[in-house]
DNA sequence: GTCTATAGGCAGATAGAC
DNA sequence: GTCTATCTGCCTATAGAC
C-alpha cells in the first residue's frame, strides 16, 4: 500500500531520515553532514535520499518545521501539568537539560550559528522558533509579574529573549566544556536570576 | 629584507590571510569558507596560503591564539581604565557589542558550535579562550561581591560563565533577529541581573 | 521507492618552476 | 614567496533502469 506523500514528505523512510539528519546537524552543524552520512547509516543510496528530498534545503526546512511542532506540542504540555510561573520556566529549562543530555545542541541554536549560509526559507523557518519561544515564554513572564511570582527590570519581550539566547550560549558552552552534567541545574539558577523568581 | 618566521607565521601576508580568515569564520563558520575565499579576497593564489599555513587546522589554531591574545590586552585594559565592577562588566560587554556592531559572531562562540568537527589543538585552544574569560569575569564578579557592589547567588565561577555564554547565546540570537542595535543596552541589563549589581 | 552510474563542481593539499 | 598545474576525494544533484 502507498500512503499519500505531504509536500514534506510524511512516509517512514522520510521520517527516519529526519531522525538522522535531526542528530547530525544538533552535533555537527547543517554544513558538517552530507547525503552520504545519512544514507550509510540507513543503509540506502544517496539517491534514494533525494527522492524524499529532492534538495539539501528542503531536508533542512523539513528538519525545523518538525523541530518547531515538537516544541510547540512540549509548551503546550507545559502550560496543561504546570500552573505557578516560576515552574513553567524550570520545565522550560528542563527541555534544553534533555537536549544537552543527548549531547546534542539545540537544532535551532545551531542553525543561528550557520545562519548566514543558509538559504532564505531556512532563514525564516529559524526566526519562526525564536519567535514561538519567546512569545511563549513573554506570556509566562507577564502572568507571573501579574502573580507577583516574578519581579525583573525590562518588558516580558525582552526578558523572554534573554533566556532563550541564554540557554543557547549555555549549552553552547556547557557542550565545549564537556559539562552536561552541571546545566540543568546552573541553567536554572541563571534563568531564575534574569526573571526574578521569589 | 626577509624576516623570520614563527611557527605560526609572522610576516605582513599571513596577518592580511588572519584578518581575512577571521572575518569568514565570524560570519560563516570555520567550516563555511575556503581557501580559495581567502585566496581571492587577497589576489593571490590557494597555493600561496598553504606557504603560510600549511594546513587549515593550523590556520584555525592561528585563529584562536591572536584572538584569544587580543582579548586578554582588552581584559588588561578594563582593569587599568574601570576600578568599579559593576563599570568592568559593562565595559565586558563593550568587548561583545562591538563584535555583533561589525556584523560578526564571537569567533570562539562560532566555533564552539562547530566544535565536534573540529580537531584537537582547536579544541583546546578554544576552551582556553572560554576558560580565560571565565577566569577573569569570576576574579571581578570575586571583587565585586566583597565590595557590596554585587549580590549574586551561587559561585563566582557559576555566574561567570552564565554571563560568557549569556552573551554568546543573545549575540547568536540577535544576530538572526537582525537586531544588532538593542544588543548593547539589552546585554548590560541581562548582566546586571545575573551579576546582582546594585 | 530504490538502485547504478555519472555529471559538474569545489574542497584541501602537493610538486616543482620561477 | 608566489606561481601553474595537478591530484584525490567529497559534495549536491540528476538520468534512467528496475
Not at 36 to 52: G, I, P, R
Not at 101 to 107: K, P, S
Not at 131 to 160: F, I, K, M, Q
Not at 175 to 195: E, I, M, Y
Amino acid at each position: 500500500m502507498n500512503r499519500t506523500r505531504g509536500r514534506t514528505a510524511s512516509g517512514e523512510t522520510a521520517s527516519a531520515v529526519l531522525d538522522i539528519a535531526e542528530r547530525l546537524v544538533q552535533t555537527r552543524g547543517f554544513n558538517s553532514f552530507s547525503y552520504a552520512d545519512v544514507a550509510s547509516e540507513l543503509s540506502v543510496t544517496k539517491a534514494s535520499l533525494h527522492y524524499h528530498f529532492p534538495s539539501k534545503a528542503e531536508l533542512g526546512e523539513a528538519l525545523i518545521d518538525r523541530y518547531t511542532e515538537r516544541f510547540a506540542v512540549a509548551l503546550a504540555e507545559i502550560e496543561a501539568s504546570e500552573r505557578d510561573a516560576g515552574k513553567r520556566l524550570d520545565a522550560y529549562v528542563g527541555l534544553y537539560a534533555d537536549v544537552l543530555q543527548n549531547e546534542r545542541m539545540c537544532l535551532c541554536g545551531m542553525l543561528a550559528a550557520e545562519y548566514e549560509t543558509l538559504p532564505g526559507p531556512m532563514r525564516a523557518a529559524i526566526v519562526r522558533f525564536f519567535e514561538l519561544n519567546e512569545a511563549w515564554l513573554a506570556g509566562v513572564l507577564t502572568e507571573g509579574r501579574r502573580g507577583r511570582g516574578l519581579s525583573y527590570a525590562g518588558s516580558p519581550r525582552e526578558t523572554a529573549r534573554g533566556i532563550v539566547g541564554g540557554l543557547e550560549g549555555w549549552m553552547l558552552v556547557a557542550r565545549a566544556h564537556g559539562d552536561l552534567a552541571r546545566f540543568r541545574p546552573t541553567a536554572r539558577r541563571l534563568v531564575a536570576n534574569l526573571a526574578g523568581v521569589a
